[in-house]
């Protein structure tokens, strides 16, 4: 909508080509619409898959009425998340930290336009997400790509607890309410990864 109206915005053009990514951000790119290339498309893959994920969580939050501190967690330590899955598959830490990265998680983290975070409220309101994704036309990306998340971080022994918890919801059928308190009650470990490797 914001890039229809004209308004400012900033992304990342991911592509392993140097040649055509220039040819594409002449193309694309304008006054108000301004592209930061990237050739680590591994990462722009991860964080745009991951973030979507964490916009359900953080929907589940505000779904809950748990608070804006309880969303700041979720925002800032499923980018944690993100970034030990992105180093086990070997994407730049500074493409993480991007826009495609953590740019993209601020946004759908926060914007009440965004799919995945719908989703994420409704199942915070109890209802379903067969019987939300049921009634609409649009695609919750995240809703498919939890479980997918969730398999590739065990794959690589990554420690990914909240993106657990939102598979867990959707597709175990685990409650909003048991998915918190197994998040809550995870052990006091140290937050920098280079402490310690869980979260």
Known sequence: DELAQGLP?????????????????????????RLYLSDDVLGAEIGGVIKNVLAIACGIVSGQNLGENA????????????QRLGAARGAKPDT???????????????STRSRNFALGQALGQGQSAAAF???RASVSEGAFSATAVHRLAQTHNVEMPICAAVAAIIDDGVSV???????LARPTTYET???NETN
């Open 96 to 110: 993480l930290s991007g826009l495609c990265g953590l740019g993209d998680l601020i946004l759908t983290c926060t």
């Open 193 to 195: 990864n280079e402490t």
């Open 9 to 33: 915005a900033a992304v990342t053009l991911a592509c392993n080509d140097s040649a055509r990514a220039a040819t594409l951000a002449n193309d694309i790119g304008s006054a108000g619409f």
């Open 71 to 82: 969303r700041a967690a979720i925002i800032t330590r499923g980018f944690s998340e993100m």
């Open 177 to 183: 309410a048991q998915a918190i308190a197994t998040l």
């Open 133 to 135: 994704l049921g009634a």
